[in-house]
């Protein structure tokens, strides 16, 4: 294999290339971002960044030592427009192709938007990071539809600059059908505590020149709108390929697609029936990946960690495994009316969750014990 092309220039699509590297990969390996800018990693985006207390630079994923090191070459600022198997090749939005070998698709995807809503800040990019901080003046009303973990970032960073935040959702309570209705509950009560109005189990129908109008006819005032309703996997440009897609791009345990030579890492890949938007997971993806494109077949599987974290307001809040709202949850320390506390979910007497409310000690212990996990399996041939 004389070139790699990883198509996607975040994380997933860096760790890929440090993957190859480290894994011993010697030969070219190309990475084809549709964003002028160098890789740069997304959760400060709606926290620090968004607040202006963190720099550009900060956000960079690799140093000078890595660019040293890595010997990429980078095609920025133009998209991937058609992949051609056959001839080895990804087409690029310049008018230009790269020759690959192999193929690395990592390019996560685009922040959904309302019908209607074409006025309202999205955040998924630097440059959208960058334009509703523009917007963020004093004296704003700012307006977040939905409740999930960027919606109540940007809740919290707002509050953090004295603006009045209104939270809608259209769900009975805050990321219920992850937490179940008591960890809901608690989610609910940080924005009460903050600040921040929040409106639950109405949904928006369209925005209009003075707010946002909802379901049961009333309108709330705003003077920015942002929508923060997950993303939509960027897998147009795979059509003709051959590979089967369809809310996200389709891949084995083994994040290997119907083509030994391709593989899917990060918010794009759809592996085993299954597709996640974490940080940790585009992170843990690429060893096991990579590892199956240079053994060209599926060596190794990939076993999701579920781990994710979210700063709002005066904490941290941390989930390991994958829990159901229907799973028992138990209180190991504290309450949900204190500051701190972490509880466990458990399904026929077996823990398959953790959560945790600014104790990452307890949370870090309780995960590593309960949750242990190998980082991948090996396939057994036979």
Known sequence: MKRVAIVGASLAGVRAAQELRAQGYDGGIVLIGDEPHLPYDRPPLS???????????????????????????FRLGVRATAL????????????????ADGVVIATGGRARRLPGFERAFVLRTLDDALALRAALVPGVRVVIVGAGFI????????RSLGLDVVVLEALPAPLAP??????????????????????CGVPVTGLEAAGVRLADGSLVAADVVVTGV??????????????????????????????????????????????????TNASEQAPVAVANLLAGHTARTYTPSGYVWSDQYSGTLQL??????????????????????VATFSRDGVTVGVFAWNNAKLFNRLRRQAL??????PVVQG
């Open 178 to 199: 992850v937490l179940g209705p008591e960890l809901a509950a608690v989610c609910a009560r940080l924005h009460a505590e903050h600040g921040t109005e929040l409106r």
């Open 47 to 73: 926290k620090a960044f968004l607040a202006g207390t963190a720099s550009r630079e900060s956000l960079e994923l690799l140093d000078a030592g890595d660019l040293a090191s890595l010997a990429l070459d």
């Open 230 to 279: 997950g993303m939509a996997p960027a897998t147009e440009w795979l059509a003709g390929s051959g590979l089967t897609v369809g809310n996200g791009v389709h891949t084995d345990a083994g994040l290997v697609t119907s083509l030994p030579q391709v593989v899917a890492v990060g918010d794009v890949a759809r592996y085993a029936g299954q597709r996640h938007e974490h940080w």
């Open 320 to 341: 390991a495994g994958h829990p159901h709202p229907e799973d028992t949850l138990s209180y190991v320390d504290g309450a949900p009316s204190s500051s701190s506390f």
């Open 84 to 99: 051609e198997p056959a001839a080895r090749r990804v087409l690029l939005s310049d008018g230009t192709s790269v020759h």
């Open 372 to 377: 242990h996990r190998p980082e991948s399996q």
């Open 151 to 158: 919606g109540a970032e940007v809740a919290s960073t707002c």
